[in-house]
């Protein structure tokens, strides 16, 4: 691929346009004060034909559920093309042929998909424990990496990831694919209007109604010891004897994933992080339990946490309440709410629901209040009081009570994800996701599982990136 700078289709610009435009449905101004406002934000998709000399040919490194997710999402964007695949699986090499093509390259061996010279960039999709190993070889091959969330399984591993990608220069972004939704673009601009005032607290949940959704993903018939590389999936991790419950499921255990933070929190971290400019965090608490999927699994299926985030240039301190519950009544669902001195602003899959209700911070008189205890006397005192003290009452603004914003039928963020890296790619220009938002985002979510399993509050500089 040959790198060319490109200005007239800034995705930075580009963004900006997608938050701010909105079809507005005819509303009386009589009924503005008492009813809602609509409107669908609207994706203005422009991409410009690639000649064979000008296509990104990328390498899928995992290819599990995510692994295909996120190869389905890439190749949408024009100038992309597919060329090799690499899994530990033998199925699912003979799969992604039976999809892409039987003459595109296979390996269960990822050194070899970095060896070659064809392929400029990798997208890896592998068990949490191989992310650092394989984005800082790849990176240093001289390859672009997209790499999932988590960014690390540890800690601890954050920092050679940045240090790598600041001393080769090459592009990395981690694949949290709500930092580059409109979405979230439009809510960062509504809290940034003032919208909802002050912002106070922020709850958020990201819950889960089924065996998929817990991670009890299908195991195949002919797994075993032949079809499997089970000592390169091992890697780093503690040796043991084949185990296809592990290999395919996983998740369910601290030797190769991050549980429920890992999986789920990391994205509500980054989307808060996204709509506030934020760093994260200074102080962590979990708790939780293991409540139904009682299924030889060893981190928790109910996980919730506290943190408290410092006063920034952009936002106040606030206290933050996050949620998994992988049992839910409600069939499941995601939603962040901010929650201010003017009101809340709830963005969940689809939309963005924005309430007012200003606080009321001066004292009143009337029933069901204090006021009512006070002696007749005293009520008449405090009337004339009142009065005195607050003659002019604020006049009421007429505005919209409830403004609802809603994506458009088809949306993707993880489309739009992919367009953002490719399009740093061709032009240089900076990721949104970079290695030290990306551990600024997997940091919280790791230190709400060190504080469930050592039983402790953990302390963090967001500023450094380290635990205090």
């Known amino acids: 691929m040959k790198k060319k700078r490109r200005t007239s289709n800034n995705r930075r610009s580009f963004v900006k346009k997608l938050a701010g435009g909105l079809i507005a449905t005819g509303v009386s101004p009589?009924?503005?004060?008492?009813?809602?406002?609509?409107?669908?934000?609207?994706?203005?998709?422009?991409?410009?034909?690639?000649?064979?000399?000008d296509r990104i040919r990328i390498a899928a490194i995992g290819l599990g559920?995510?692994?295909?997710?996120?190869?389905?999402?890439?190749?949408?964007?024009?100038?992309?093309?597919?060329?090799?695949?690499?899994?530990?699986?033998?199925?699912?090499?003979?799969?992604?042929?039976?999809?892409?093509?039987?003459?595109?390259?296979?390996?269960r061996d990822y050194q070899k998909i970095l060896e070659r010279k064809d392929i400029d960039a990798v997208i890896v999709s592998t068990p949490d424990h191989w992310h650092d190993h394989i984005s800082i070889d790849a990176m240093k091959a001289g390859k672009a990496v997209y790499c999932e969330k988590p960014m690390v399984q540890h800690i601890s591993e954050g920092k050679a990831v940045i240090e790598t990608q600041k001393s080769t220069q090459q592009i990395f972004q981690v694949g949290s694919q709500r930092v580059s939704s409109i979405l979230f673009a439009k809510a960062k601009e509504l809290y940034q209007q003032g919208t909802i005032g002050e912002l106070i607290m922020v709850e958020a949940n990201y819950d889960r109604q089924s065996a998929n959704g817990a991670w009890q993903y299908s195991i195949p018939t002919d797994a075993s010891p032949d079809t499997v590389d089970?000592?390169?999936?091992?890697?780093?991790?503690?040796?043991?004897?084949?185990?296809k419950t592990r290999f395919f499921?996983?998740?369910?255990?601290?030797?190769?994933?991050?549980?429920?933070?890992?999986?789920?929190?990391?994205?509500?971290?980054?989307?808060?992080?996204?709509?506030?400019?934020?760093?994260?965090?200074?102080?962590?608490?979990?708790?939780?339990?293991?409540?139904?999927?009682?299924?030889?699994?060893?981190?928790?299926?109910?996980?919730?946490?506290?943190?408290?985030?410092?006063?920034?240039?952009?936002?106040?301190?606030?206290?933050?309440?996050?949620?998994?519950?992988?049992?839910?009544?409600?069939?499941?669902?995601?939603?962040?709410?901010?929650?201010?001195?003017?009101?809340?602003?709830?963005?969940?899959?689809?939309?963005?629901?924005?309430?007012?209700?200003?606080?009321?911070?001066?004292?009143?008189?009337?029933?069901?209040?204090?006021?009512?205890?006070?002696?007749?006397?005293?009520?008449?005192?405090?009337?004339?009081?009142?009065?005195?003290?607050?003659?002019?009452?604020?006049?009421?603004?007429?505005?919209?009570?409830?403004?609802?914003?809603?994506?458009?039928?088809?949306?993707?963020?993880?489309?739009?994800?992919?367009?953002?890296?490719?399009q740093s790619m061709r032009n240089g220009t900076p990721v949104i996701e970079d290695a030290s938002f990306g551990l600024r985002a997997a940091a919280p979510s790791l230190a709400c599982n060190t504080s469930y399993f050592e039983k402790r509050v953990v302390k963090w500089d967001p500023e450094a990136m380290r635990e205090l």
């Open 249 to 422: 499921r996983w998740r369910n255990y601290q030797d190769y994933g991050t549980g429920v933070s890992g999986d789920l929190f990391v994205h509500l971290f980054s989307g808060l992080h996204v709509i506030l400019e934020s760093n994260g965090p200074e102080r962590v608490y979990a708790t939780g339990g293991l409540r139904y999927w009682k299924d030889g699994r060893d981190v928790p299926d109910v996980f919730l946490a506290l943190c408290d985030y410092p006063q920034s240039k952009r936002h106040p301190a606030f206290n933050m309440q996050i949620r998994v519950n992988f049992i839910d009544g409600s069939g499941g669902g995601s939603t962040t709410r901010l929650i201010g001195t003017d009101g809340t602003m709830d963005i969940g899959w689809r939309g963005i629901t924005v309430k007012k209700s200003k606080a009321q911070d001066t004292p009143s008189y009337g029933n069901w209040d204090s006021y009512n205890t006070f002696t007749a006397s005293q009520q008449k005192e405090f009337e004339e009081w009142h009065h005195k003290t607050y003659p002019n009452p604020a006049p009421q603004v007429l505005e919209p009570q409830e403004m609802i914003y809603s994506l458009p039928e088809g949306y993707s963020d993880h489309v739009d994800h992919f367009a953002n890296f490719f």
């Open 230 to 243: 089970w000592k390169r999936f091992l890697g780093d991790a503690p040796e043991r004897e084949f185990d």
């Open 65 to 107: 559920i995510q692994g295909f997710g996120n190869l389905r999402s890439a190749l949408k964007t024009p100038g992309v093309e597919v060329v090799a695949g690499c899994d530990l699986y033998d199925g699912r090499l003979d799969r992604f042929k039976e999809i892409y093509g039987k003459q595109l390259f296979t390996t």
């Open 30 to 53: 009589m009924l503005v004060h008492a009813g809602h406002r609509q409107g669908e934000l609207i994706p203005l998709h422009s991409f410009p034909e690639y000649g064979p000399n």
